[in-house]
């Protein structure tokens, strides 16, 4: 080989230079400094042909890695944002149900509240029809035309003093007469 020495991290690049760790100025804007451009700088075309080959293949299999990669990316993405999708669109649909929901409790709320506002001024107006109903016949009634009645029409007498029996009930419910009561 000849006196030109290369270290394990230089690449020839098919162009008469050889790139070390990061980029010069020609090869992407990465520029490795100058010192680096005056030491893997080739003069004539002492590098290997292979070494070109190789370099274009390892070139190639990086930027097809980098595509499969990048692809890959994209369909995660896409998932991703399908998935995205659907759980927004889920938590959408649960918000619009509750927000219907709640709308329609509200409607029923204020229905009920309309509907016993109405059944308490309809017990009001019965309580004053039963309050009207009730003075009209205490008024009407006349307890000396009911007596008088009852004793011409019906032929009633008052008790006498012999026809009162007088029993005395131990337990303070009820009487229940199971017969006649004897005289």
């Known amino acids: 080989m000849n006196s030109r020495t290369y270290n394990s991290k230089t690449k020839y690049t ?3 230079r050889i790139r070390s760790d990061g980029y010069n100025q020609k090869f992407k804007g990465r520029s490795t400094g100058a010192a680096d451009n005056r030491r893997s700088y080739v003069y ?3 590098a290997p042909a292979y070494a070109y ?3 274009k293949r390892e070139y190639d299999r990086q930027m097809r890695l ?3 990669r990048r692809e890959k990316m994209r369909r995660r993405a896409a998932r991703m944002n399908i998935f995205y999708l ?3 669109t889920l938590v959408l649909c649960v918000l619009g149900m509750s927000f219907v929901w709640y709308v329609n409790l509200q409607f029923r709320i204020t229905d009920s509240v309309e509907q016993i506002a109405s059944c308490q001024k309809q017990l009001t107006q019965l309580r004053e029809n039963n309050e009207e109903s009730l003075n009209r016949i205490e008024s009407s009634v006349n307890l000396d035309d009911i007596k008088y009645t009852a004793i011409t029409e019906l032929g009633m ?4 003093k012999d026809q ?3 029993y005395s009930n131990d337990s303070e419910d009820y009487v229940h007469q199971s017969r006649e009561v004897g005289r």
């Open 14 to 16: 098919g162009t008469g």
């Open 44 to 46: 004539g075309t002492a």
């Open 53 to 55: 080959e190789n370099q």
């Open 66 to 68: 980098q595509r499969q």
């Open 86 to 88: 659907a759980v927004m």
């Open 157 to 160: 007498a008052y008790a006498t």
């Open 164 to 166: 009162i029996v007088i």
